[in-house]
């Protein structure tokens, strides 16, 4: 693999958890000390933005013409490691133009980075089929997390027992599971724009919440280890 790498999810599915599990992954690669930098796509919500303030907005609600402001993304491997990119819902499809507008798949070895597509992962036919469709069309070309997300249920029957997850394993795609978080403390943490790891010490949090992160992020931590490789040099 190359030397830095650039992480984002393609999907336009929204409301499946793309921004917690970017959380989540700034939280690991921060704390594994990689030298990152991190942007959010999202105009509407800024979810991502609020919870790590020191995310770059980017405005994607604009023209395919003008889709060159997200060079960014690109420009920041110069200084940095690795970037982070956490998309909006409906935004994945502009995302993808841009990439192949601008080649970035055939300019990586050039550049010396790896592009690194999250695919989140739940018991949602349009989400499944979206990622079967992101694919078709990448394959080979790109690397593969898939974030099993059991945030509403214990199993993902569908996605287990899809095509598109055994595509997804030809491929080398790394498996990491994300569990339920509880409800309350979920809350608490959106309330006070905090990350599960921001969490575990936090003040503002009741110590039992701060107890529930704790032991939530030393899980996702053992989970992401076992895709070190994939997400920083």
Not at 203 to 230: G, I
């Amino acid at each position: 693999m190359n030397t830095k790498r650039l992480i984002l999810s393609p999907q336009d599915r929204g409301g499946i958890g793309k921004s917690f599990v970017a959380t989540l992954l700034y939280d690991y690669l921060t704390e594994a000390k990689v030298k990152i930098k991190t942007f959010d796509l999202d105009h509407a919500n800024s979810t991502f933005k609020r919870l790590v303030p020191e995310a770059e907005f980017i405005h994607t609600d604009v023209d395919a013409d003008k889709l060159a402001v997200l060079d960014r993304l690109v420009s920041a491997l110069e200084t940095v490691d690795t970037v982070l990119v956490d998309n909006r819902a409906t935004g994945g499809s502009k995302l993808l133009k841009y990439i192949e507008d601008s080649r970035l798949t055939e300019l990586q070895e050039d550049l010396e980075f790896d592009l690194v597509f999250v695919v989140i992962a739940v018991d949602d036919r349009d989400a499944i089929s979206q990622a079967a469709d992101v694919l078709d069309e990448y394959g080979k070309r790109v690397h593969w997390l898939v974030a099993k997300n059991y945030r509403d249920s214990t199993e993902l029957t569908l996605f287990d027992n899809s095509d598109t997850r055994k595509r997804l394993r030809d491929f080398g795609a790394i498996e990491v599971e994300v569990p339920c978080l509880s409800e309350v403390t979920k809350n608490q943490l959106q309330q006070f724009n905090l990350t599960v790891g921001n969490g575990r010490s936090s003040e503002k949090l009741h110590r039992l919440d701060q107890s529930r992160c704790v032991r939530f992020h030393a899980y996702m931590q053992n989970q992401f280890d076992t895709a070190r490789t994939l997400l920083a040099p």
